[in-house]
């Protein structure tokens, strides 16, 4: 109990003690924060808690009646702590421990470019928090098709590699500010011009793995700094030779996974530089599967391995080792788009079986089980760019 100070006649003017805190869940502008009611209120009930959240530097402070406490007025893409304190007619209690880091966002998901058998500057995008059709975002500068990959800070996405009307190895990357529309604009050039290759981020980073180049499968890793603009810059090599497989990424690793006839997972230490290590095995060997991320765990889904396939299998990614399963998706599919926040992953478009597809699916990703319907793409293709402001990398 938290002792406030007499008043004569009366020594035991009481605050209450402090809560306990939850879980801060960040949206745009904002955070809703969670917290238990302390045991002990003081000498009087509490009649109202107050929560703050500070990036260092800022405090921005609100009001409410019980848990949750939804924050307003945060700036997307700031990284924050919150703590929540409760009052009684005394005063103002103690502050509760602090959160985990937070950062708001947009929470939008895009899809770049792809083919329908005609290379496409096309970018969509949707609300990853919601369910509903993909809106026109705007075009890339150069229509091309990649291998599925995602490569974006909470403010940018890049895209780069892939198969153009008039490259067969592009080397160009682009960038868009995600929560803006507009067409992308010129970021710079990958060191080698390539395509099957595949791509993943954490807030500041984007790394680029190898792929096909004129001369034959590629080993190389590449990484940009993705809030400014300029050429890639070497990173070190893979440990494996394969070419169209996945990639997806948590804050500190990049992770690699499948290729043509391979079932192999590799990853990377963002932060730094050097060659992939061996992390473990998926469970079905395929090539063009689609990475969706928490911050601890990455699902792979879809890929060709002889035929479409439905499979979705997961790793936790601050471990190594093999892949367990996960469920289906509704429809057998490769090429597949995947983008995700924290919590849910998507998985877009794809050639399917007979003809490619415009759906787009999600599954809960600290979850397991099968993918739900949450809309389509603005046009059925495969082989897209994908990011998002909000996706494992990031949180």
Request: include cysteine.
């Amino acid at each position: 109990m938290a002792y406030k100070g007499g008043l004569i006649g009366n020594d035991n003017l009481y605050v209450p003690d402090a809560p306990t805190i939850g879980d801060a869940t960040a949206g745009n502008t904002q955070v809703s924060v969670t917290f238990t009611a302390p045991s002990d209120v003081g000498n009087d009930d509490i009649t109202a808690y107050g929560v703050s959240a500070t990036d260092g530097t800022n405090v921005i402070g609100a009001t409410g009646s019980s848990s949750p406490i939804t924050l307003t007025g945060l700036t997307n893409g700031t990284s924050y702590t919150a703590q929540v304190w409760a009052i009684n007619d005394y005063g103002n209690g103690p502050l509760s421990a602090a959160t985990a880091s937070f950062s708001p966002a947009l929470h939008r998901g895009i899809f770049a470019a792809g083919t329908t058998g005609t290379r496409l500057n096309t970018i969509d995008y949707v609300s990853i928090t919601t369910t509903g059709n993909a809106i026109d975002f705007g075009d890339t500068t150069l229509a091309r098709q990649v291998s599925p990959s995602l490569m974006s800070s909470s403010t940018r996405q890049v895209i780069g590699a892939g198969i153009s009307a008039s490259v067969t190895y592009a080397v160009t990357l682009d960038y868009i500010t995600i929560a803006n529309t507009g067409n992308a604009t010129d970021f710079g050039d990958l060191s080698v011009g390539r395509y099957n290759a595949n791509a993943c981020s954490n807030a500041t980073r984007g790394i680029t793995f190898h792929g096909d180049q004129q001369s034959g499968s590629d080993v190389t890793i590449d990484y940009i700094t993705i809030a400014s603009v300029g050429n890639a810059i070497d990173f070190g090599d893979m440990n494996t030779s394969p070419n169209a497989g996945g990639a997806a990424s948590s804050p500190t690793r990049g992770v690699r996974f499948g290729g043509s006839s391979s079932d192999e997972i590799s990853y990377v230490t963002i932060a730094s530089t050097g060659n992939a290590t061996d992390f473990g095995n998926m469970t079905v060997a395929r090539y063009h599967a689609a990475g969706v991320s928490s911050n601890t765990r990455i699902c792979m889904g879809g890929g060709e391995n002889g035929g479409k396939s439905n499979v979705i299998d997961y790793v936790t990614t601050a471990s190594t080792g093999n892949a367990l399963d996960f469920g289906d998706l509704g429809i057998n599919r490769q090429g597949t788009g995947g983008t995700s926040n924290s919590t849910r992953g998507l998985f877009a478009g794809g050639e399917g079986t007979s003809n490619l597809k415009n759906n787009i699916t999600y599954i809960t990703i600290a979850s397991t089980g099968n993918d739900t319907d949450f809309g389509d793409l603005t046009v059925a293709r495969t082989s897209m760019s994908c990011g998002s402001d909000a996706h494992g990398g990031l949180s």
